[in-house]
């Protein structure tokens, strides 16, 4: 499985997302390519937002080595599955869509099959709760995609 989670900045959700279910697919002896990326381009080359870092670490995930790049056109062939955190970036993912994509493109919770919320929070201007959600939601999206893959197996 190749998932690439996608939010505007990644900085914060997108980062969260992947490093969660990477850890879990980790632990769970699976060889899964889990990365992020964003639709904008203001982060590119920078490190996921220190709230970011810092809540990922209070839970035990790393972020510190995460390096913010852009959505690319390789990446709708290149992933199984590119997963939006909101219903924002998942329009812009389809406006991006290119005639070959190969990949499924998703809210990354109903790719989950997480009935509710439908989305991930952006959590950059609020309080550290909203990063403590994030993570919530990524554990979530993580336990259900491990048990999507289980019942299949």
């Given at each position: 499985m190749k998932i690439l989670f996608v939010c505007l900045g990644n900085?914060?959700?997108?980062?969260?997302?992947?490093?969660?279910?990477?850890?879990?697919?980790?632990?769970?002896?699976?060889?899964?390519?889990?990365?992020?990326?964003?639709?904008g381009d203001w982060h590119v080359g920078?490190?996921?937002d220190p709230r970011t870092v810092a809540s990922a670490q209070?839970?035990?995930y790393a972020l510190a080595a995460h390096r913010a790049r852009q959505l690319h056109r390789d990446d709708f062939r290149r992933y199984d599955a590119l997963l939006a955190a909101d219903a924002a970036n998942l329009r812009e993912i389809e406006r991006r869509r290119p005639a070959d994509a190969?990949?499924?493109?998703?809210?990354?919770?109903?790719?989950?099959?997480?009935a509710s919320p439908r989305e991930v929070p952006d959590p950059y201007y609020g309080s550290a709760a909203g990063f403590e959600q994030v993570i919530d939601?990524?554990?979530?999206?993580?336990?259900?995609?491990?048990?999507?893959?289980?019942?299949?197996?």
């Open positions: 900085i914060c959700r997108s980062p969260v997302l992947a490093a969660v279910v990477a850890e879990h697919a980790r632990r769970a002896n699976l060889d899964w390519t889990i990365e992020s990326a964003g639709t920078e490190g996921a209070r839970r035990g190969t990949a499924q493109v998703a809210l990354a919770l109903e790719f989950a099959g997480v939601l990524a554990e979530h999206v993580a336990r259900a995609l491990l048990a999507k893959h289980a019942a299949r197996a």
